[in-house]
């Protein structure tokens, strides 16, 4: 096997007249003479020349779209316009042969419709080349900000006999034959003879166990999949999605609030210095696509802008009382344009409420604290209740443009007896979460995490709007092809 460079590395490269090897897919092929080469380390592709009237005809006709090559020759400063170097091919040899009568990819613009249907090809486009670079460099900033703070990268199991929300919109674990699984006397599906000896599921948040983690190692994050089997065909839903998870002891909720803003920040600045080339391309892709809406649709600022702004604002942070109190003052709300009207204090917000306030009442992200205690869930650190009364919990949520919902976090209720009685309120077992319990018995202290889809966060930084185009392989409702 001969040595190979990348073409990043080419495309960057200070030496010119050296003998290389690169090797990739071929992108184009104009003329008989000029191959653009990609091989997946940029966005950008390298142009090779080739000698035709001293190759091989037959040769030639195989080099066509999508098929795989390996090219030696000699690297110079370019002699056309639009690239710094090229290679003079000396050596060109057919790895994969590529029919262009059979091969699903065209050399021109094709639906996401279509490439989602063609997902196991679909990398090989410029789109989705730059989408998986920039989500490989997100998770990797995620890693490093949280490693450069001293936080310990803890794996929860993705196996569990509980539900974190009790939203029971869990995938049933089991080792049972369907067509004839054990039964009780009273004629119940018997689960103590399945395999973990009681009804499991995949985890729908590593939070709970990442709280025990905290109260001893003080700082930890969780980063894996995550399992919901809603029924929502949306843009920004997965059956299957990544969720960040930290946790930290002695946090509040500012302290809370503090630290995902930070991280927000530094894995959107990680990504445009280091994909500043994937960037500019998903930059130039969705300014396009938005010529084909009306003007008052489109956005205002392009998607580098967008990110730009976003790091350099601080995001407005306010109560979920003083946002209901804009909603119901807000045109929309008056002209009767939401379809949800906002009736007052204690409606959950909608996403139609969450993006007036994101991306017309401030124009920037939001943080929402301080919801209604009835609309969360049980482990959130219950407040005094205000002066009028309303009970809330110390909840927040970051809404950004375009996305809605990216975070959902708060400070946790350590006060044992505070907790056991909003789990009988509202019916969540206590015996079976007695572990979770336990870290409110012994040596409890206020803490507080939130949850990072991190596939949001993907669709944020690269103006996709389409969760499912943000994920190699999406699961949603009737899919797991692949
Ligand atoms: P939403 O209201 O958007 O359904 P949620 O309130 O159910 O969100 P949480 O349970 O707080 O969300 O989960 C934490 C984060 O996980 C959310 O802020 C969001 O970024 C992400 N998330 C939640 N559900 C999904 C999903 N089905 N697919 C992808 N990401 C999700
Ligand atoms: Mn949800």
């Keep these: 096997m001969s040595q190979r460079t990348k073409i990043k590395a080419l495309l960057e490269s200070e030496k010119t007249n050296i003998d290389i090897t690169v090797k990739g897919w071929v992108r184009a092929?104009?003329?008989?003479?000029?191959?653009?080469?990609?091989?997946?380390?940029?966005?950008?592709?390298?142009?090779?020349?080739?000698?035709?009237?001293?190759?091989?005809?037959?040769?030639l006709k195989r080099i066509t779209f999508g098929a795989a090559i390996s090219v030696t020759g000699e690297l110079i400063a370019s002699l056309g316009q639009g690239q710094k170097v090229e290679v003079v091919a000396k050596d060109i040899e057919i790895l994969g042969d590529c029919n262009p009568d059979e091969f699903p990819l065209q050399p021109k613009r094709q639906t996401l419709e279509f490439l989602r249907e063609n997902a196991h090809l679909r990398f090989r486009t410029n789109t989705f080349g730059a989408i998986f670079r920039v989500r490989n460099t997100l998770a990797f900033a995620v890693h490093q900000f949280f490693q450069e703070r001293g936080f310990i990268y803890l794996h929860t199991p993705i196996i569990t006999a509980s539900d974190a929300e009790g939203a029971g919109e869990t995938f049933h674990v089991t080792n049972f034959d369907l067509d004839n699984p054990p039964k009780t006397e009273t004629g119940e599906i018997d689960f103590k003879q399945d395999f973990f000896g009681r009804p499991t599921n995949l985890t729908v948040s590593g939070q709970l166990e990442g709280e025990l983690g905290a109260m001893a190692l003080s700082d930890i994050y969780t980063f894996g999949p995550t399992f919901r089997a809603e029924n929502s065909n949306t843009t920004r839903h997965l059956a299957e999605f990544w969720m960040i998870e930290p946790e930290v002891?002695?946090?509040?909720?500012?302290?809370?609030?503090?630290?995902?803003e930070d991280m927000l920040k530094y894995v959107i600045k990680y990504a445009l210095d280091k994909n500043k080339d994937d960037i500019e391309f998903l930059t130039q892709r969705l300014t396009e696509e938005e010529k084909q809406k009306p003007q008052n649709e489109r956005s205002e600022m392009t998607l580098l802008e967008k990110l730009q702004f976003c790091l350099t604002n601080d995001f407005e942070r306010l109560t979920y009382t003083e946002a209901i109190n804009i909603l119901k003052e807000s045109t929309p709300n008056k002209k009767k344009k939401f379809v949800y009207p906002i009736e007052g204090w204690g409606t959950d917000l909608q996403s139609e409420h969450e993006r007036y306030l994101v991306e017309k009442h401030f124009k920037k992200p939001v943080i929402l604290t301080n919801y209604p205690k009835a609309i969360k869930a049980f482990y959130m650190r219950q407040n005094e209740p205000d002066a009028q009364g309303h009970e809330t919990v110390a909840a927040m949520d970051i809404l950004f443009p375009g996305i809605g919902e990216i975070i959902g976090g708060s400070q946790r209720e350590e006060r044992l007896d505070k907790l056991e009685q909003r789990m009988d309120e509202m019916g969540i077992p206590k015996d079976e979460l007695w572990w979770y319990l336990d870290t409110r018995r012994f040596g409890a202290c206020p803490h507080a995490g939130f949850g990072?889809?991190?596939?949001?966060?993907?669709?944020?930084?690269?103006?996709?709007?389409?969760?499912?185009?943000?994920?190699?392989?999406?699961?949603?409702?009737?899919?797991?092809?692949?």
């Design 452 to 482: 990072l889809g991190f596939e949001r966060l993907v669709l944020f930084v690269t103006g996709m709007g389409n969760i499912r185009d943000v994920i190699p392989f999406p699961r949603y409702p009737k899919n797991a092809e692949f």
């Design 29 to 59: 092929f104009r003329q008989n003479r000029f191959i653009a080469l990609n091989d997946g380390s940029t966005n950008n592709n390298l142009q090779i020349v080739v000698d035709f009237e001293n190759t091989d005809p037959e040769l």
């Design 249 to 260: 002891a002695f946090n509040d909720l500012v302290d809370n609030m503090d630290l995902a």
